[in-house]
């Protein structure tokens, strides 16, 4: 998969800080080449203007959010990039404040010719410290955007008294348990910390909290819950790529985020999958270490999920 062009999604609500973030990593001296695809909400394209002009060629996408209805608009420019000299180190995705991020990450899965050719890295979101509990009232947006996330960046930690600071982190980890956070004022935040995350790797997340994946695991912020489910025993490659075909026909539409990482008897390497409602993609990624431990591990993150469902379809495709 290094062959892939690595994709981050960056999303966030209405004033979190997402161009400040996306100009930090235009601006800084990294070397490296990012195409950029700038999305916004409404007739008349204000972010362009908005964002430093740099090496860095912006498309901009003014016909309204990326959703089902543009997606083919996001195709049609990635598989332009793809066609162009040049080699990109990475493409940037910048959603409007109101985007579901879901359409955008699922384009990565569903089109050929996009999916052979880039990978999608990580979906990073900005949040707005000081506004979040009330933006998670009226704005389910904003609380989609927190349970996508493989990265979020706490931004307007300045504005917020260290009691506040906790209590939007505990809001946070009960709707996305695994995201990786990095506090921040302005959205200065290291560009190692949300490009090249390789999201496909549950390692990172397992650094964060070692005890996350252990069965039945469960954080739900009301209507937004986790589950997350693992095995010693190696699996069955047939039966689980039945099971968990079923599951995305069956509770796809409410599963936001699925990532695994697994292991399959007679097979020496991991297998890494995530999915996104209905669109689930995998591959082998290296050779298990003969010092780490051969589980598989599960999770997902979704609304309404049948969690008994969940659990027992899991533990049938354990060999035999």
Not at 61 to 69: D, E, K, R
Not at 194 to 222: C, K, M, N, T, Y
Request: a negative charge; aromatic letters at 8%.
């Amino acid at each position: 998969m290094s062959d892939k062009i690595p994709v981050t999604v960056l999303t966030g609500y209405f004033g979190a800080g997402k161009t400040t973030l996306l100009n930090r990593i235009l601006s800084e001296p990294h070397g490296k080449k990012y195409a950029v695809i700038v999305n916004e909400f409404g007739e008349i394209g204000i972010d362009n203007d908005l964002i430093v002009g740099a090496d860095e060629e912006v498309f901009e996408m003014n016909n309204g959010c990326v959703c089902c209805t543009v997606r083919g608009d996001l195709i049609r420019i990635i598989d332009g990039l793809l066609k162009r000299k040049g080699k990109f180190d990475g493409i940037l995705v910048e959603t409007t404040g109101l985007a579901d991020p879901a359409p955008v990450a699922q384009t990565f899965f569903v089109d050929e010719t996009v999916s052979g050719k880039t990978s999608l890295d990580a979906v990073v979101t900005v949040v707005d410290a000081k506004w979040l509990n009330d933006r998670l009232k009226d704005a389910p947006e904003a609380k989609n955007q927190i349970a996508f996330a493989d990265v979020i960046v706490l931004n307007k930690t300045d504005l917020v008294t260290p009691d506040e600071l906790k209590d939007v982190e505990l809001r946070i980890r009960a709707i996305n348990p695994f995201a990786k956070i990095h506090k921040t004022s302005r959205s200065a935040v290291a560009l190692d910390d949300v490009l090249s995350q390789g999201a496909f790797d549950l390692d990172r997340i397992l650094a964060i909290e070692p005890h996350f994946l252990e069965g039945g695991h469960h954080h739900h912020d009301e209507d937004v819950q986790s589950f997350s489910f693992s095995a010693d025993a190696p699996l069955d490659a047939k039966t689980f790529f039945a099971w968990i075909d079923n599951v995305s026909q069956i509770q796809g539409p409410n599963i936001l985020r699925a990532k695994g990482i697994l292991s399959f008897k007679d097979d020496p390497q991991r297998y890494v999958m995530q999915g996104v409602h209905m669109m689930f993609e995998g591959d082998h990624q290296r050779d298990w270490r003969e010092d780490e431990k051969r589980e598989s591990r599960i999770v997902f993150i979704g609304r309404d999920l049948n969690q008994k469902a969940l659990q027992e379809g899991f533990e049938a495709c354990i060999a035999k």
